[in-house]
């Protein structure tokens, strides 16, 4: 006896969430290449993803946080108030609905130690 296959609602459901993820991750891709080398389009391409709850996680000048943050390099600073903050974020981290997709990858000041 042949096996039926899952029924529409179910099949299509499970469809539109791949086809979702798989076009978000697209968007991803794009935006790390967009972002320095078009910034006005980087920044339409986050409104898009945003109507649909997905946010770019910038964190320039926030302090650095290694549960949040991954650290892909370090500045040297002589500005005390500037050690273990992030200088720059080499790769937005994205959130969808609150749920984290990718942590941003950063570099970090850091006092430059005395020899």
């Known amino acids: ?43 339409r391409l986050c409104r898009g993803l945003a109507v649909v709850g997905v946010e770019a996680v910038v964190v320039d000048g926030q302090r650095f946080d290694p549960e949040a943050h991954d650290a892909v390099g370090r500045e040297i600073t002589t500005d005390t108030a500037r050690h273990l903050t992030v200088a720059s974020t080499e790769f937005c ?23």
């Open 1 to 43: 006896m042949p096996v039926e296959p899952p029924g529409p609602v179910e099949s299509s459901s499970a469809s539109a969430s791949a086809d979702r993820e798989a076009l978000v991750g697209a968007c991803i891709e794009l935006s790390d290449r967009l972002r320095d080398a078009n910034p006005a389009l980087w920044r």
């Open 93 to 115: 981290g994205f959130t969808d609905r609150g749920r984290l997709l990718r942590r941003p990858e950063v570099v970090v000041y850091r006092m430059e130690e005395a020899v």
